[in-house]
């Protein structure tokens, strides 16, 4: 009998868990649109004028953190590198976390632009973000068309229409934040929400 009841708590918390986040996106769609418009993620970036000076084919990359240790890798088909605001066009691309102290998560897309100093990767067209399973959390699972990556926050956020997919629960929005430093999600507007329950075990 104990199972059983603590099935039926663990469902009722997990229901729970998906009323708070779908009425707190509720409150809190606006002004978080808002602030995110505010703050002006420049998208969709707009490729530079001018021609690239090199390109890399098949290439990857680790990029260091503060400390000296890595802090993500990036790979792609193809990477062209343009002058006149320094920033990269990658074809292809697949971005790898390396912290060890954060969950593991792979982003990747049909392109992406890396701006800012490489402090921004905006990734376009078919853009995947998964999140993998962590500290008894589900892997967590975000499709879009835009995504943009704040590698050095451990931020990725969008104010397009995202799916996102934990478990056997789907929700859906436009325009989302997630935090894998803090593992919260925030998703706002239009906010829709599915829960499968998980199969009894006999």
Not at 71 to 93: A, L, Q
């Amino acid at each position: 009998m104990s199972g059983h009841s603590g099935a039926r708590k663990a469902e009722r918390i997990r229901v729970a868990v998906i009323l708070a986040i779908l009425i707190g996106a509720a409150l809190g769609s606006f002004w978080v649109m808002q602030a995110m418009r505010a703050a002006g993620d420049k998208q969709p970036v707009q490729r530079p004028r001018g021609k690239p000076d090199y390109y890399l084919e098949n290439f990857s990359y680790v990029r260091m953190g503060p400390t000296g240790l890595p802090r993500y890798d990036v790979s792609g088909r193809k990477m062209e590198h343009f002058p006149t605001d320094d920033s990269f066009e990658i074809t292809k691309p697949v971005v790898h976390n390396l912290d060890q102290a954060q969950a593991p998560m792979e982003l990747y897309s049909d392109t992406a632009r890396v701006t800012d100093d490489q402090t921004q990767i905006h990734m376009y067209g078919n853009a995947n973000a998964i999140r993998a399973p962590y500290k008894g959390r589900e892997q967590m699972h975000l499709v879009s068309e835009y995504l943009l990556l704040l590698p050095d926050d451990e931020i990725v956020k969008t104010d397009k229409p995202v799916a996102m997919t934990m478990g056997t629960t789907r929700l859906n929005g436009v325009g989302m934040v997630a935090n894998n430093a803090t593992q919260v999600v925030q998703l706002f507007g239009n906010v829709r929400g599915y829960y499968e329950p998980t199969p009894k075990k006999r």
